[in-house]
């Protein structure tokens, strides 16, 4: 079965800085996507990065940008000049598909705290 | 609103009533998902429809949970004889995929926040 792992409950980060969340999972396969959802106080989960795992390039929107080390196993993000509105918590996904269907895996959270 | 809704937003039962939770995915969306997120966790995945059929269950989805998805569109998601254990937010999510192709991308619910006294 597939785990994901992020090892920081909880973050913080002064505005305008940078800070890198960590994550690492466990697959056997070698077709799936991996994902950072946001998910602000009282709101809906909203995905924020993904990457797929034969694309060797790293995917990056605006300020946010992940490592992914396949070999490793590891998928961090970093979110660069940090605003006081990326305040939430992080998850970290994995997804892959089935012949019958697919699944979304999530990591426990990391919280981030942004301070002004 | 286009998005992913789930009624009721916030649900508060007494222990070993009856409860069941609706979700509208994406029109257009042929997959659909069920989370339960406790605070300050993770969602942890609970049942998935590939239109209206039931594809996967977790162990976590006790015989007092069932999910229905009649006519591949809104799903109600049951829960008889609440516990208190059973306190949570559950959320829904959908998405778009063909047999075999990931999703790129899981939409979610505001959620339905459930709390058994």
């Known amino acids: 079965a597939q785990t994901v792992t992020q090892s920081q409950p909880e973050m913080s980060v002064q505005e305008a800085e940078t800070v890198t969340l960590s994550c690492t999972y466990d697959t056997s396969e070698s077709d799936y996507y991996l994902f950072w959802y946001k998910q602000p106080p009282s709101r809906q989960m909203i995905l924020v990065i993904r990457q797929e795992a034969y694309k060797q390039q790293n995917a990056t929107e605006n300020r946010f940008s992940v490592n992914f080390q396949k070999a490793a196993k590891s998928f961090s993000l970093k979110i660069s000049d940090s605003q006081l509105g990326d305040a939430a918590m992080y998850f970290c996904a994995y997804g892959t598909s089935y012949n019958y269907g697919q699944n979304f895996v999530f990591g426990p959270g990391t919280r981030l705290s942004v301070l002004p | 609103d286009t998005g992913v809704s789930q009624d009721p937003r916030h649900k508060i039962t007494k222990r070993g009533q009856n409860v069941t939770f609706r979700c509208d995915p994406i029109?257009?969306?042929?997959?659909l998902y069920w989370y339960r997120q406790t605070l300050g966790q993770g969602p942890e995945f609970l049942t998935y429809?590939?239109?209206?059929?039931?594809?996967?269950k977790s162990r976590l989805l006790s015989d007092r949970f069932s999910a229905e998805r009649p006519k591949g569109s809104f799903s109600t998601l049951e829960i008889q004889r609440t516990e208190q254990g059973d306190s949570a937010m559950y959320l829904c999510?959908?998405?778009?995929?063909?047999?075999?192709?990931?999703?790129?991308?899981?939409?979610f619910g505001q959620g339905t926040r459930l709390t058994v006294v």
């Open positions: 029109s257009e969306h042929n997959r």
């Open positions: 999510a959908s998405s778009l995929g063909q047999k075999g192709v990931i999703s790129t991308e899981a939409f």
């Open positions: 429809f590939q239109n209206e059929a039931q594809l996967e």
